[in-house]
Structures are given as C-alpha cells and as structure tokens.
C-alpha cells in the first residue's frame, strides 16, 4: 500500500496548491471542443448515452432533474482478411496471425444510472456493461468480450461552490472509466467492444467549463476477465494529473500534465501468464489546442517526455533498466466556409522505439491505456516506435450525415524496434523502416433520437519492413494487403427532448 500513500500526500499538496488561484468567482463557460480526428474526450458524468430524466422525451418525469439514466446496445458486423494482430493462445489458426477472412459479430448493451444534487454532497453512480463476440474463426479475447460486469460503481463527495461560483470541487471513490487529454494515453477505447477502467480516487477542482480546472487521479487499472468479475491489479498504480487552462480558450487551451505508473512485480510468480517485472515510469507533457481567428485553421498538438525504471529478466534474474523515451503528435486543420463545413488536416505523430536492446536503456514510448484509432482504423499502431504522417478530409454533406477519409503511412522509428501489434522485429535492423501504408473511410449517420448507424472500409498494403519476414516461419502472409469492413448500428432507449 505504500505507493497509495505517496500518491494521497501528491493529490493534498496539489490541492493545497490550487486553493489560492485567482478567478475562483468567473462562472463563464471557457470549454471548447478540439476539432482534431478523433481525439475530443468523450463524456463519462453521464456517458454520451445517458440523460437526466427532465431532459427526456417522457413527460411524466418534467420534474425528476437529479436522476441520470440511459441504455445503450450497440452490434457491429466485422469482416476483417489477413488481420496483422497477433492471435491469442489458443486460437484455431495454425500460425500466430490471422490470414484467413473473420466475420464477427459484436454485442454490447450498457446501463446506467447516477444520482445526483438531490442528496448532495453525497453522489452515486453505476454502469453496467455486457460485451459478447460471435461467429469468430479465432479464440475471443478480452477486447471483445467482458460478460456482464460492472464498468462504473463509485461514491462522490461534491461541493458545488466550495471554490467559488459554480466552481466545484470533487472527490469520488470506486471503479470508474475516463479520458484525459487527447485520449492518446489514458482513453475508454471507445470503439473496441469492451472498456479500459479503473479503481481507485479521482480529485477535481473546478470543472471542464471553468478558466481552470485540475483533474487529479490515483487509480489501480481493472483486469478485464472474458467470464468472470473483473478485478483491479494490485500490483499497479497509475497516477498524476491535468491541469487545464482556458482563459483564452477562443484562441487557445494549455493543458500541462503528468502520468506515473508505478509497478511492483514478481517475473518469477508462476502463477501469472507472462512476467511482471517492476516499473517506476514518470511522464510528463504538455498538450496545447485551439483556433487561429478568423482564419478557419485550427491545430492540436501534445508532447510527452518519459523517463525511470523497468525490469527485465535476463539470465534468471531481474534487471532494472533505465527508460528514456520522447513523443509528441501535431495535427493542423482548415475548415471552409461552405454548407458541407468541409475539413481537411494534416498529422505527424512520433514515438520513440527501442534502440538497443543489450544496452539497459529502454526508449519504446509507453502508451499507457491509449485509445488506438486515432493511429489506425485497423487498429494496428499505437503511440510507440512510430512515424506517421497522415492527410485526412472531413464533411457533413447533409444534416446528421457525416463522413470522413484519410491516408496514412506508418514507419518505425527505430528499426531495431519493432511492429509490436503484428509482433514483428528484425532486432538487426536490416528490414529497413516502412512498416506499409492505410487508406479509411467513414460514413456515419444519425437517423434519429434513438438511432446511429455507420459503416467503414481500411485497406492496410504492407511496406518493405513488413514484406520481409513473408519467407519466415513469423509471417506467412504479410506480403498480402489487409481488409477490414464494418457496419454498426447503436440504440439509445432514452431520447432527449426534441428542440425546434
């Protein structure tokens, strides 16, 4: 328990720290959204699903304003050829990859439900989630099924005016799932079937709509299990920090931040599947977006510097090596006056690889719980031993029908590294550095109050690094392009009020 005392005494002394900010009394709404590709946080107080009951199409609860409810299914069809994603243990296929063409279906129906003002400072909330996959060639995993748990169960203390107008301060307790920053690092992983949480204590002085707002967080990461209640990992702590700033928020929002995770481990524990070795990563960064008035620009851009310690075992025992990693991600819009509000940007994301794997220093970038798609709509690439620039357009040619394409090409940045989600490295470096290249595109349309449906293509043409390992026992396959088609459709039982 000693690393929750030291990450307590951090969460006091920063909060004794922001007590004497000026503004405490400005109650306007500074928040704005970023316009970068699907990075925009999504809402987890309520979850984008879930009203509060007044804000409802059902009349007969007009007055019920401190009840938030939703339910939520969603089921998506996949079609995925010659998916580079390692298979799990288990799997039917006869090599570690997936060549042969999988139609799989995705199910997932979430409830919720919070109280709130009604017995303040006293707030509850509970979120159930059950995810199913069917119709697989290969073994489920845990990113596709996580049967019937509980994604949200936490206890809050909340002082709406307590710093001030409408400046809140907030402390919750339990399991609960959120997204920071640009979702790069700490991320829901929204579209995969099942949800990345936590267990632990989560600090917030202010709110997303002041001048300035601290999001401070010390947390146990949750284990998914297929089949069972899921369980928090004792032997791990993730901590830190947002502070976000938006006083000029029209123009620009600064959000400085740190991330910690500390790890006790045990690589000798037969008990567990694969080693963990301890870890002791400090991460800070600073992540800065806004708009160029008058100009239809707009730009996001974050930069992360890691460095500690992490364990490997070499020789039968367990080596601490220093780590030392760099990564940042730049992305610059235009949007256009015209009815389609067409967008077009450009991206260059970078994350370090590991230059020598005999020297005690590790540069792979850790990627934390990052949300992926952002990286690639195959799901392919994470912010780790990465270069990839990439051009994107974005319209709306008619009311809630959106649609988005993009190309990217994906190059490692060490190539003594390797493409870790394909599990590929040619630790000589001689296989060169392009990894292949993406082309995706979207359609997603909003029916009506209680219906979303949208539909993708990703086509994946692998690169000479990649090519490479065709002629070894690795990667049959990995001369051929990937495919990847899906069709989703999302319910919402709770509609809001329909405005005019």
């Known amino acids: 328990m000693k690393p929750y005392l030291n990450h307590k005494s951090f969460l006091i002394g920063l909060t004794g720290l922001l007590m004497v900010l000026p503004g405490l009394t400005n109650a306007e709404d500074y928040y704005r959204k970023t316009l970068g590709y699907r990075v925009e946080p999504l809402p987890s107080d309520p979850p984008q699903y879930a009203r509060t009951l007044n804000r409802t199409q059902l009349e007969q609860f007009r007055d019920v304003d401190w009840l938030d409810v939703g339910l939520d299914f969603r089921t998506r069809y996949e079609y995925r050829e010659n998916d580079y994603r390692s298979t799990p243990t288990g799997s039917t296929s006869s090599t570690d990859y997936r060549p042969d063409p999988d139609n799989l279906w995705l199910l997932r129906t979430r ?3 919070s109280i709130h003002d009604i017995l ?51 402390i919750r307790a339990g399991r609960q799932h959120l997204e920071l920053l640009d979702r790069r690092l700490i991320g829901n992983n929204e579209f995969r079937n099942t949800t990345n949480n936590f267990e632990g204590f989560r600090v917030q002085l202010g709110k997303k709509q002041n001048d300035w707002h601290l999001d401070a967080f010390a947390f146990q990461p949750v284990e998914r299990l297929k089949y069972d209640f899921d369980r928090p990992d004792e032997d791990t702590w993730i901590y830190g920090g947002v502070l976000s700033w938006r ?13 910690g995770r500390k790890v006790n481990g045990d690589p000798f524990n037969k008990v567990n599947k694969t080693p963990v070795t301890d870890q002791d990563i400090y991460a800070p960064g600073v992540r800065v977006y806004g ?43 235009c949007t256009l006056d015209h009815e389609w509000k067409p967008r077009f940007s450009v991206f260059y994301g970078y994350g370090t690889g590991d230059k020598n794997g005999k020297d005690n220093i590790n540069n792979r970038f850790d990627s934390f719980y990052g949300f992926n798609q952002p990286w690639s709509r195959n799901d392919y690439f994470s912010w780790d031993n990465i270069i990839t620039p990439k051009a994107r357009v974005e319209f709306t040619p008619y009311k809630n029908l959106r649609i988005d394409a993009g190309y990217n090409a994906f190059l490692l940045q060490s190539e003594t590294d390797g493409f870790r989600r394909a599990n590929l490295r040619d630790r000589d470096g001689k296989s060169g550095s392009f990894i292949g ?7 997603r349309h909003h029916l009506n109050p209680y219906v979303d449906w949208s539909l993708s293509y990703a086509r994946f043409e692998p690169g000479s690094f990649t090519r490479s390992f065709n002629d070894t026992k690795d990667g049959p396959f990995t001369d051929r392009a990937s495919n990847f088609f899906y069709f989703e459709v999302a319910l919402n039982a709770v509609a809001l009020v329909t405005t005019k």
């Open 247 to 259: 006083r000029w928020s029209d123009i620009i929002t600064i959000q400085p931040y740190f991330i």
């Open 437 to 443: 290249h993406e082309f995706d595109i979207r359609i």
């Open 120 to 170: 303040d400072p006293l707030r509850f909330a509970v979120e159930m989630e059950d995810a199913r996959s069917y119709n697989g060639l290969y073994v489920r995993n845990e990113s596709d099924v996580n049967e019937f748990d509980l994604i949200q169960g936490y206890a809050e203390l909340y002082f709406k005016d307590l710093l001030g107008h409408n400046r809140p301060l907030s």
């Open 111 to 113: 409830a919720y439900l």
């Open 291 to 333: 708009f160029i008035p008058n100009t239809g620009f707009d730009f996001d851009s974050d930069i992360n510097k890691q460095f500690g310690r992490r364990g490997v075992v070499r020789d039968g025992r367990q080596v601490m090596e220093q780590h030392d990693a760099l990564a940042y991600a730049l992305e610059l819009g």
